[in-house]
């Protein structure tokens, strides 16, 4: 019964609790769409609030743009006006300084023409007075111009003869003194050999019958000789002896030794003769380059390149006026390295530019032209410093560009003139000696001339009345230079121009 209760009860229930879910379902769905209408309302107030405070903003905006462009051209209107104003002014001061500058100028054309007008009154007067003043002094201008001019040049000549001779007097004595006092520090404390070597091209004989040997059979000994080492053997009637002449002092001394070993060999023919000549070629290559490396090392020269160590060894078989040319280069790098420790010069330069200063003469006889150029083409060729390289030509010129070039040419100069240096024959010191007189016989003027003290000063006495003091000092120069120019010697000759007169009268 219960149970039929129950399910009665469940029965009515169900429909009804649909009802109300239905109901109510209903009802909730009514107020989510009022709350959706509600909220999308609210969202478009919203937007529409937001678009008028956008829309405000952009006018405000576009008002502050409007009024900033507006500022903007009024500033650019205003420089605007006050560029043209300035212009304005400017033309107005140009205008008026145009206008100021056209008076200027007028004054100044009338100011010339005034000018030109008292310039024209003053030449009239001043050609009045000349002719008034040549009448009086009975003397035309032209000639009166000479006389002054004459005057004045006299007077000049005398002053000037004076000064030059008390300049010459105080400045001789005291540079003089001071070279003395150099020079001979120097050459004190260099102790070089006086005595210079000659090599010699006379192969002794153990006796006459080798003379024989040495032609051989119709000559061909000889001829052997001759033609592998390029000289000439003279063969005569001196005892025990034999003369070698060549023009290559190389060549000489490669013939001297081949003789000299096969004098000592015994066997002499020409396959013999050709084996000895290869082996004193061997012997004397050794021997240059051993004297260019000895050279270099006792003056203190290194990094030199093998080659020109060479070449300035083959200078011990060179001579120049009797002097050894490889004995000379050390002495002067010697001296001329003194020399600019003294002056305060360069002296790795000074060295090094005595050492091969003549390196020249050991090819000058294979090369064309004159040793000063062939010698510093080859320092130039094997990368010595132009500096190093000029010094060759340096010490041949008259005035050396640089101070290292002067050292060396004095160097070159004291070494050729010490006592024994160099040899003259007496037929060259006689030719010399006639060579300096008649350059200073050939100038008008001179009425007698004398070389003096081994031809290293000349005397010219000159007729004073064809000559003054000033003409004097002139013809000194101009003897100088011409010698200079025309002659070859060593060291230097001092020309000595005499201008006397002498008045006698006897009273009686």
Do not use: W
Request: glycine content about 6%.
């Amino acid at each position: 019964m219960e149970n039929l209760i129950f399910i009665i009860t469940l029965a009515i229930a169900a429909p009804i609790g649909m009802v109300i879910g239905y109901f109510g379902r209903k009802q909730m769905a009514i107020r989510q769409v009022d709350s959706a209408e509600a909220k999308a309302e609210s969202i478009v107030k919203d937007a529409k609030a937001q678009e008028k405070e956008i829309v405000l903003q952009a006018k405000d905006k576009s008002i502050s743009i409007i009024e900033h462009a507006k500022q903007e051209e009024q500033e650019r209107r205003n420089e605007t006006n006050q560029l043209r104003k300035r212009l304005e002014d400017r033309e107005t001061r140009f205008d008026q300084k145009l206008l100021d500058l056209e008076n200027h100028q007028q004054r100044v054309r009338d100011k010339a023409a005034q000018v030109e007008q008292i310039k024209t009154e003053i030449q009239k007067i001043k050609q009045e007075q000349i002719a008034k003043l040549e009448s009086v002094a009975e003397l035309s201008q032209e000639d009166g111009k000479k006389l002054l001019l004459e005057k004045v040049e006299q007077e000049s000549k005398d002053n000037l003869i004076q000064r030059i001779k008390k300049m010459e007097d105080v400045n001789e004595r005291e540079l003089e003194s001071r070279a003395r006092t150099l020079l001979s520090t120097v050459i004190q404390r260099y102790a070089g050999s006086h005595v210079a070597e000659t090599t010699t091209t006379t192969v002794n004989l153990p006796n006459d019958e080798m003379k024989g040997r040495i032609i051989g059979k119709e000559g061909r000994n000889i001829k052997t000789i001759e033609q592998k080492t390029g000289v000439e053997i003279i063969v005569d009637d001196t005892p025990e002896a034999i003369v070698i002449s060549g023009f290559n002092p190389i060549r000489r001394h490669l013939a001297k030794r081949a003789l000299d070993k096969l004098i000592a060999d015994g066997r002499i023919h020409p396959s013999r003769i050709e084996e000895a000549i290869a082996e004193a070629k061997k012997e004397l290559s050794a021997d240059i380059r051993k004297a260019g490396e000895d050279a270099a090392y006792e003056v203190g020269v290194a990094g030199l390149d093998p080659k020109l160590v060479q070449i300035l060894g083959r200078l011990k078989y060179r001579t120049s006026y009797g002097q050894n040319v490889l004995m000379h280069s050390i002495e002067v790098a010697q001296i001329s390295a003194l020399l600019a420790q003294e002056l305060g010069a360069n002296v790795a330069v000074a060295k090094k530019g005595g050492l091969l200063h003549d390196i020249g003469k050991a090819v000058d006889h294979e090369v064309q032209g004159g040793h000063p150029e062939i010698g510093r083409d080859i320092m130039r060729k094997f990368g010595l410093p132009e500096e190093v390289a000029y010094i060759s030509v340096a010490h041949h010129e008259d005035k050396p560009t640089s101070l290292e070039g002067i050292i060396v040419k004095v160097a070159d100069a004291i070494s050729g003139a010490r006592p024994g240096a160099r040899k003259d024959t007496y037929e060259q010191y006689i030719k010399r000696l006639d060579e300096l007189e008649g350059i200073a016989t050939g100038f008008p003027a001179v009425e007698k001339c004398y070389a003096i003290q081994a031809g290293r000063e000349v005397r010219v006495f000159v007729k004073p009345t064809e000559i003054d003091d000033l003409g004097a000092h002139k013809l000194a120069r101009d003897i100088a230079d011409r010698i200079e120019a025309e002659l070859k010697y060593p060291g230097e000759i001092k020309v000595n121009v005499i201008r006397e007169t002498r008045v006698t009268e006897y009273a009686r």
